[in-house]
């Protein structure tokens, strides 16, 4: 018998051992690789999306009439390519459809928006143009646009017509962004789970071989002849097993993104997540690296470091590394100064932890009796033995706090912002050429309207302490107008200001600023600023900083009274509640007096559902992965847990021995695991809000010049707590029926050695 | 008329080797008085060490009882009987392995302490009887900082700290060398003279043997 086959007889001998290796390298490939797809397709769907509303334009009548059939047919035979693009706005639930001519866009190439349901037209929500135009001549509202190639200039534009931005839906902008920092996260944390995985039942082997590896040494077979079999073995099951889990991490990624693909393309009206096939090689390599490193980095590196070792010098080593991380991460200069700083945190917690928890196992225990004082030196052992595994476990939950406390606050800022931005139900664009005035008047006269407002934008310069125009230092910002000030502003969340901000801003005794140009400028409430409106230069008080949730320009928001005749005003719109008025009514009302066809009119309720839609698949799919991830971190800790007790079964065995009843022993070891993994989620709990205010208060800022609010959720905090608890009381069964299975072997003394104290 | 210490009768023991039934012992009785030592002997898979765990509760015979004191076993395995083993072996046997009687997170003194505490005795002995045995400089110290001879006269303190009235050695002094052994159930012998309580030792060593009262030889190997 060669060496290698007396290795690989410990298999023919468990084979479910090996079939456990197999399911975990499977389950880790699978997880990492799922969670991988769909992080890189949500970031690329995120900036498709954001391409596809940015990057298409449309053509408009010079004289504000809407277009209709025959602009279409005069600019294709004026050698245009113009595509046609008939949203037709069902009644509820079925939303709205778009009605596209797949002939007529076929002269845009792959460019063409919703070019992917084009061709199969199977009305989700792209259908062929006739049947949209039955939808309109049935009742239903529709609205025809003209769509132009991006790559049309201006000046081959026909007279009597021009271009205009042609926008399918709100842009997420940098929330959008800042959640994928999220994802990425996530692919962290499964990447750590994935390797605990892999190494907890390697190890798992290794206790069970140990005294086949003893018996080759005695025979004379060098130590490193069998690492280096070892090696040899992981790499080949390794190999062997990630090709099935990397087919079904894409299967699982696009389970999980088959919806949120469908959702993104109802709502940009663009083809947003195609799962494509891919490599194997990386994710393969990937895995490999990682299933190599968990198994054997320790042999050479991990062995090396103190808090393995469990030396006190890591005490006076992990102090001084915490507090310098804390304070790089409380006062950051930059990016990675900051990601330094929390790495720091993260090495010192993984220090300190073992120690911090088993000094805290034993404190107090010498005055008590001998069986307590056995059962807090036996935890304190444990919590430096386990050390690995419980830093990890510590560091998992952490991260899934953190995750849960961002995915949650995303979803609320999400609805807040999708509540800001499209306060009203409705909002008509002043056409151009017309008297926003007349319209103001005409809704001011209405009976039965809601609320409404007039929303005027354009550009202004800010200085902080005018003293006259000083160009040098004055900075360009957006000027949002809005009048008359009313309940469908008024309920915006400000971040900070005065008191009485509302009706300061409303009588034109003050403005407000946004997040972003409060952040950069450092203005406060109360502090004065001048800006100019066109020839005018006001300076007026700051009364309020409202949340602008990661809108990356500064904007300052003025009562429209204020605005002088001179302004150039860019766009102009009226954001208004129909009330107890249909909006057909009022539509017509307000077309008559701009003396106009066709209005641009949205609907910001099917807009709302569907950008809902959206996010609220994002985050199901974020909690999805977290909860598996968590699960899988958990079974690490117990399969960890489980071979660490193993090796110490026969001590607990003496218990038995010295007379304690099975269901003593057993009400022992039960305490020893729920304290074990209940100290883990405790310990997590201020790492996991260290980490959430890290990544809400100081990374996003930093990163996006925006933050989030900070949100903490005991609720969840006690799941993770029974969790852990399930978790410790489970290594207590398996230990149980351990210990009912036979008096074991004792262990050799130098298994024992070491850690004791 | 008085009880004998232990007393055991018509015990039968099989183990399972694939689809052969292996007889350990048949129809194996023994009797054992306070003070009286009896040395079990045989070569290595006869039982000896079967036939100790049988004694104490840790294994159950297929067949035959077990009277310890006044306590007596015929078979069972129910909840009631392994708490009138676990109460016996809490207060009245000694249990003494080959090696690894400690527990590695407690000290020498310690570990005593916690022996004494579950049989009810006073703590306040132990450190007399890591004293007597020659290792009360070393109380405080943990299993992995002493020798396997010091560690094994730890586990000896700790079963005369608990008092029993039965000490079962399984090879206690297999891991030692001779003089250390020797050195070891010299005191072993000593002390279970002096306080007059039974002693049964599984042994390879023929001369130790000699040493006690008694002798059963298993010495055949297991029968299929």
């Known amino acids: ?757 | 008329m008085v009880a004998s210490l232990l007393t055991a009768r018509d015990l039968n023991k099989q183990f399972r080797s694939g689809n052969q039934p292996v007889s350990v012992f048949r129809n194996l009785s023994l009797q054992l008085d306070r003070g009286e030592s009896l040395a079990l002997v045989g070569r290595s898979g006869s039982g000896k060490s079967t036939l100790l765990n049988i004694l104490c509760g840790l294994e159950k015979p297929d067949t035959g009882s077990v009277q310890v004191l006044d306590e007596v076993f015929e078979g069972g395995t129910d909840r009631q009987t392994e708490a009138r083993w676990a109460n016996l072996r809490r207060q009245q046997i000694g249990v003494v392995f080959q090696e690894a009687n400690l527990m590695p997170a407690l000290s020498l003194l310690d570990n005593v302490r916690l022996r004494a505490r579950l049989a009810g005795q006073n703590e306040d002995d132990c450190r007399d009887w890591l004293e007597r045995l020659g290792i009360g400089e070393l109380a405080g110290r943990y299993p992995d900082q002493v020798s396997g001879g010091q560690r094994q006269r730890a586990a000896l303190a700790m079963v005369f700290a608990m008092k029993p009235a039965l000490i079962l050695a399984d090879e206690p002094t297999g891991s030692l060398d001779r003089h250390t052994a020797e050195d070891v159930t010299g005191q072993l012998f000593d002390l279970q003279a002096r306080h007059g309580c039974g002693l049964i030792l599984a042994t390879h060593d023929a001369e130790l043997a000699t040493r006690c009262s008694h002798h059963l030889d298993l010495g055949h190997l297991p029968e299929t």
Not at chain 1, 69 to 74: K, L, W
Not at chain 1, 414 to 430: K, M
Not at chain 1, 434 to 453: F, K, M, P
């Open chain 1, 1 to 757: 018998m060669t060496v290698c086959s007396a290795l690989l007889s410990h298999y023919r001998r468990h084979p479910l051992q090996l079939l456990a290796l197999a399911l975990m390298i499977v389950l880790a490939t699978m997880l990492w690789t799922g969670v991988s797809h769909l992080t890189d397709h949500a970031r690329a769907s995120l900036a498709q999306s954001e391409q596809a509303i940015a990057g298409q334009q449309q053509l408009v009548r010079e004289d504000g009439q809407a277009v209709s059939v025959q602009d279409f047919a005069y600019l294709r035979r004026q050698g245009l390519c113009v595509m046609p693009w008939l949203e037709v706005q069902r009644p509820p639930p079925e939303g709205r459809v778009i009605g596209v001519d797949p002939f007529a866009s076929a002269c845009f190439g792959s460019d063409a928006p919703g070019q992917a349901r084009v061709d199969a037209l199977n009305g989700e929500p792209f259908l062929d143009i006739a049947e949209a135009k039955a939808m309109v001549r049935q009742g239903s509202n529709g609205d025809l646009s003209l769509l132009v190639p991006v790559d049309v200039e201006a000046d081959a534009v026909p007279a009597d017509y021009r271009l205009k931005d042609f926008s399918m839906g709100p842009a997420t902008g940098e929330l959008g962004e800042s959640f994928l920092l999220n994802l990425d996260a996530l692919g962290v944390l499964v990447l750590l789970i994935t390797a605990l995985l892999v190494r907890s039942v390697y190890q798992l082997g290794l206790v069970q071989r140990r005294e086949s590896f003893t018996l080759l040494r005695r025979f004379g077979v060098p130590a490193t002849r069998v690492q280096v079999l070892l090696l040899i073995e992981m790499v080949a099951l390794t190999s062997v097993w990630v090709i099935p889990g990397i087919w079904l991490g894409r299967l699982l990624a696009e389970i999980l993104g088959g919806g949120f693909g469908q959702v993104l393309e109802s709502l940009f009206d663009a083809p947003l997540y195609a799962v494509d096939g891919g490599g194997f090689v990386l994710p393969a390599l990937v895995m490999v690296t990682v299933v190599l490193l968990a198994c054997f980095a320790d042999k050479r590196l991990l062995r090396r470091l103190p808090w393995l070792s469990g030396r006190p010098s890591v005490v006076w080593f992990g102090v001084p590394v915490l507090g310098l991380g804390l304070a790089m991460v409380a006062w950051p200069f930059t990016l990675g100064w900051l990601f330094v700083g929390i790495a720091l945190v993260f090495v010192a917690v993984g220090l300190l932890t073992p120690r911090v928890l088993s000094y805290v196992a034993q404190w107090g225990a010498e005055g008590a009796g001998a069986i307590t004082l056995w059962q807090r030196r036996e935890l304190a052992v444990l919590f430096r033995r386990l050390a690995l595994p419980v830093v990890a476990l510590q560091f998992a939950v952490a991260m899934v706090l953190a995750i849960q406390a961002l995915v949650t606050t995303f979803e609320d800022t999400f609805e807040r912002w999708l509540g800001q931005r499209l306060e009203a139900e409705f909002y008509v664009e002043v056409p151009e050429q017309s008297a926003a005035v007349d319209g103001v008047r005409y809704l001011a006269g209405l009976s039965g309207v809601g609320d409404w407002h007039l929303v005027q934008r354009g550009k202004t310069h800010v200085v902080p302490e005018m003293a006259g125009d000083d160009a040098a230092t004055s900075v360009e910002v957006d000027l949002f107008s809005i009048s008359p000030i009313g309940p469908l502003v008024t309920g915006w969340t400000l971040l900070d200001a005065i008191p009485d901000a509302w009706e300061k801003l409303a009588t034109g005794q003050g403005v407000m600023v946004n997040e972003q140009l409060a952040r950069r400028q450092g203005y406060q409430p109360g502090e004065t600023i001048g800006f100019t409106l066109g020839e005018q230069s006001l300076a007026l008080p700051v009364v309020g900083v409202y949340a602008d949730y990661g809108r990356p320009d500064g904007e300052i928001l003025v009562a429209g009274q204020i605005l002088p005749e001179t302004f150039n005003t860019r766009f102009q719109s009226l954001s208004l509640n129909p009330g107890t008025l249909a909006m057909a009514e009022i539509e017509q009302g307000l077309a008559a007096v701009w003396n106009t066809d066709q209005l641009t009119v949205r609907d910001n309720g099917s807009i709302r559902s569907l950008a809902s839609g959206v996010f609220d698949q994002t985050f199901l799919i974020t909690r999805a992965i977290t909860v598996l991830t968590l699960v899988l971190a958990g079974t690490s800790l117990l399969i960890m847990g489980w071979v660490f007790f193993t090796t110490r079964a026969w001590y607990y065995r003496l218990l038995f021995v010295w007379g304690l009843s099975p269901r003593e022993v057993a009400g022992q070891l039960r305490w020893l695991a729920m304290f074990l993994t209940g100290a883990v989620a405790v310990a997590a709990l201020p790492l996991g809000v260290w980490l959430t205010w890290a990544l809400v208060s100081r990374i996003n800022p930093l990163a996006f010049g925006w933050s989030l609010p900070m949100a903490v959720y005991p609720g969840f905090w006690l799941e993770m707590l029974v969790l852990c608890l399930v978790i410790g009381l489970a290594i207590s069964v398996l230990m149980r029926r351990q210990l009912g299975a036979g008096v074991p072997a004792p262990a050799m003394a130098n298994v024992a050695g070491g850690g004791e104290r």
